[in-house]
């Protein structure tokens, strides 16, 4: 079983920065990819940024393109997103979420797959 926490949550102004992490803890091999979801009130759950396994391969929702980047270390089992130049409209909830693809390529085509969820941290971008 595999468990996900998130963390790094907060407020933050337009134009500014958070480093949100989700650190997994358990043992688990039915998973290839871990991704970065987020849902903001009223709306549909939405894919932001995916990365295999190994970390070879990310994979970034065109809104988030430039301004996000998703890493991974091993050795702390944790994947980091930093969030840079941030927008009114990313505030949401952000979770995080493990899931088997078969190719880690397609980690943003489909949620089903997604078996494994955090609780979700809270980011708001407001002045």
């Known amino acids: 079983q595999l468990e996900l926490v998130e963390s790094g949550g907060g407020l933050v102004q337009p134009g500014g920065s958070l480093r949100l992490s989700c650190a997994a803890s358990?043992?688990?091999?039915?998973?290839?990819?871990i991704g970065w979801f987020r849902q903001a009130p009223g709306k549909e759950r939405e894919g932001v940024s995916c990365?295999?396994?190994?970390?070879?391969?990310?994979t970034y929702a065109d809104s988030v393109k430039g301004r996000f980047t998703i890493s991974r270390d091993n050795a702390k089992n944790t994947v980091y997103l930093q969030m840079n130049s941030l927008k009114p409209e990313d505030t949401a909830v952000y979770y995080c979420?493990?899931?088997?693809?078969?190719?880690?390529?397609?980690?943003?085509?489909?949620?089903?797959?997604?078996?494994?969820w955090g609780q979700g941290t809270q980011v708001t971008v407001s002045s």
């Open positions: 979420a493990a899931g088997f693809f078969g190719n880690p390529a397609m980690c943003l085509t489909s949620i089903a797959p997604y078996s494994y």
């Open positions: 358990g043992v688990s091999l039915d998973y290839d990819a």
């Open positions: 990365i295999s396994r190994s970390g070879g391969s990310t």
